[in-house]
């Protein structure tokens, strides 16, 4: 799967747009009088343009901190004649007229981005109202090729909690997955299809044309079309559906799915527009394969805002997580890691559960607590920030990972909390790591770093129970109180709940014999054994 970060301009200027390893510079919408559609701005000159790819997307994300509905603006170049941001329209109309395609010929200065206005507003998290989604699935057609759904009702077994449907259909997904947070219901979301589009022409990205030719190719140009494509003809239809016509003209995170028919193109499962903060984003499934709704969610929690799941150097190796490699659930529910669900805020940390370095001292390193299954309530995590001296935003810091604490617990109920969770992973400890923030802007990957239920299977060789896992360890500086280790320990896991043990370390060793923190008589290494009962203070 790839999925797009949807980078659109509020007003005026440009808009991004990028497809997970590639950024592309793209017309804002706006709604054409004459049809009702959101089309890009028919005054907008600048050419479909890929800024950035690979590992570039991350860098460029951070350099700009952009996300979608965010203004900027960008200067191109035509060779043997230059016009930049300070030309009008009808400049460089005057532009495409002599040169006869300026979609060819214009050249992007890599340099010239300047972003004229962020977009603060939080759309996606949630913060104490429900967030009931809108939307529109489309069934297309194209290229003599169709859907394999031949009916509206065929697909809405997926999609809603009715008569018929698959356990792990959207509507119950969100509102399982997200404890009532995030609604997607049948009022909202409209079915529409199956469609016959064209297979080859041109669509207008603003003031500049494109030839798509589905037979071929599946790029932005294929995509921009099927998706203006779609709509035009669904107003068409909704003039006789008032239901349908509000959802078309809802101008705030319309969700745009579009079900393609098998034979399509594509190298994709699906593809979808990352961080819904503008007026709508959009998301491709591929058919080739049978549908699954876990293909669905994830590119869904694409437009949520959310990125891959990855482990170690792999993008989707989080197995605990649909946004990872998760395995075929056989159409259950598969919910998020505790990271992801702290990211968006349909989950939280249990009372007590938020640890910086202030919470341990020398003398009192352990704290145990009890982690609730994932599914029973929403205060279901522990944070583990060891870097901050304190929970506070500006608190002194230094750089180490934060760690996200959950116990997950294989639901057998019908349409239950992580009822597709691999068996594997059934009552388990689950240790992420995720150094973002709960914001829009945030598109940092979780990590996958452990699963002990109640051995890990990445454990600390020191203690051959394997229930134990340590991490990176910086030295302690007792001036700033920051520094050190941390290991968890998973002391008991039962049906509902995993009881964890988390000591800090203060040094890798207990201390040389004779020395002052031998004579302390602490356990400040965290292996179990205090001082007079440690090797390293008493060797034999």
């Not at 981005?113 to 109202?129: C, D, F, M, P, W």
């Not at 069934?139 to 697909?155: E, N, V, Y």
């Not at 790029?219 to 068409?236: C, F, H, P, S, V």
Request: proline share 6%; charged share 20%.
């Amino acid at each position: 799967m790839r999925s797009y970060r949807s980078l659109k301009a509020v007003s005026g200027k440009r808009a991004f747009r990028s497809v997970h390893d590639t950024v592309e510079l793209h017309c804002p919408e706006v709604i054409d009088p004459s049809d009702g559609v959101w089309k890009p701005d028919p005054n907008c000159t600048v050419p479909l343009t890929r800024i950035a790819r690979g590992d570039e997307v991350t860098a460029f994300q951070r350099k700009y901190n952009v996300i979608s509905g965010d203004k900027v603006a960008a200067t191109f170049d035509i060779p043997s004649r230059r016009t930049s941001g300070n030309k009008t329209n009808n400049d460089v109309r005057s532009l495409l007229a002599a040169r006869g395609n300026l979609a060819t010929d214009a050249i992007f200065r890599s340099d010239s981005i300047r972003v004229l206005a962020h977009n603060n507003e939080q759309k996606e998290i949630y913060t104490g109202s429900p967030i009931e989604l809108r939307g529109v699935v489309y069934l297309l057609d194209f290229c003599g090729w169709k859907s394999p759904f031949r009916t509206a009702q065929a697909l809405r077994t997926y999609l809603f909690s009715e008569n018929g449907s698959v356990e792990g259909n959207i509507q119950n997904y969100y509102r399982t997955c997200s404890f009532g947070k995030t609604v997607w219901d049948p009022k909202y979301v409209a079915v529409v299809g199956p469609l016959q589009l064209d297979c080859k022409g041109t669509v207008a990205n603003g003031a500049l044309q494109y030839n798509f030719d589905a037979s071929r190719l599946c790029g932005a140009n294929e995509l921009m079309y099927w998706r203006i494509g779609a709509d035009t003809q669904a107003q068409k239809l909704a003039a006789s559906d008032p239901s349908l016509s509000s959802i078309l003209q809802w101008s705030q995170r319309r969700r745009i799915m579009m079900i393609l028919p098998p034979e399509i193109k594509c190298n994709f499962n699906g593809i979808a527009d990352a961080t819904c903060a503008g007026s709508m984003c959009r998301s491709f499934i591929n058919t080739k394969s049978p549908l699954d709704v876990n293909v669905l969610f994830h590119e869904l929690q694409h437009n949520h805002g959310l990125n891959h799941a990855g482990r170690n150097k792999l993008e989707y190796g989080d197995l605990t997580d649909p946004m990872g490699d998760s395995p075929a659930s056989g159409q259950k529910v598969h919910c998020h890691n505790a990271a992801y669900n702290w990211r968006i805020g349909w989950a939280r940390p249990i009372t007590g559960g938020v640890l910086t370095a202030a919470n341990f001292t020398p003398t009192a390193n352990r704290i145990a607590l009890t982690i609730p299954a994932s599914g029973t309530t929403d205060m279901n995590m522990v944070i583990l920030d060891m870097g901050s001296s304190s929970p506070q935003a500006a608190s002194p810091s230094i750089p180490y990972p934060k760690y996200f604490l959950s116990f997950r617990v294989r639901n057998t109920t019908f349409g239950g909390y992580d009822g597709g969770l691999s068996a594997a992973i059934n009552q388990a400890v689950v240790i992420h790591n995720y150094n973002g923030t709960a914001s829009d802007r945030d598109a940092l990957t979780s990590n996958l770093v452990a699963i002990g239920g109640p051995r890990f299977d990445s454990f600390d060789p020191a203690f051959p129970a394997g229930n134990v896992w340590t991490g990176p360890f910086t030295p302690f500086n007792s001036t700033t109180g920051l520094g050190g280790g941390l290991r968890v320990k998973v002391v008991s896991v039962g049906p509902s709940s995993a009881v964890v043990e988390l000591c800090r370390m203060y040094s890798q060793t207990e201390g040389k014999p004779g020395s002052a923190e031998c004579q302390a008589n602490l356990d400040r290494d965290c292996d179990g054994k205090m001082a007079s009962l440690d090797s390293d203070c008493n060797p034999k």
